[in-house]
Nanobody
């Protein structure tokens, strides 16, 4: 059974940093893109970043470009999201997901495995 477990969330002041981790287990995911999404209370889930399994291709939401970095560790079946210069508007539950195919995509319906989420709260 496929399982994605996120960790690394927490409370941080504006301008601070956090590193989210996502551990994938249950099968191998070679040639699958992986992504991070987030959802704030009362808002729809939105794309944050995605990466190809090799790490060679990435995409970012405009709101996080230059501040967030997505990466993978294939040997460990891990995907990471380094978040710097955090802002209060980054406050949300963050979810990692595995795409249905290798293409790096930004739409949620293109992902078929999801974690339970980790909360990130940025205070002003």
């Amino acid at each position: 059974q496929v399982q994605l477990v996120e960790s690394g969330g927490g409370l941080v002041q504006a301008g601070g940093s956090l590193r989210l981790s996502c551990a994938a287990s249950g099968r191998t995911f070679s040639n699958r893109a992986m992504g991070w999404f987030r959802q704030a209370p009362g808002k729809v889930r939105e794309f944050v970043a995605a990466v190809s399994w090799s790490g060679a291709s990435t995409k970012y939401a405009d709101s996080v470009k230059g501040r967030f970095t997505i990466s993978t560790d294939n040997a460990k079946n891990m995907v990471y999201l380094q978040m710097n210069s955090l802002k209060p508007e980054d406050t949300a539950a963050y979810y990692c997901a595995i795409a249905k195919a290798s293409m790096v995509v930004i739409t949620a319906y293109a992902y078929d495995y999801w974690g339970q989420g980790t909360q990130v709260t940025v205070s002003s």
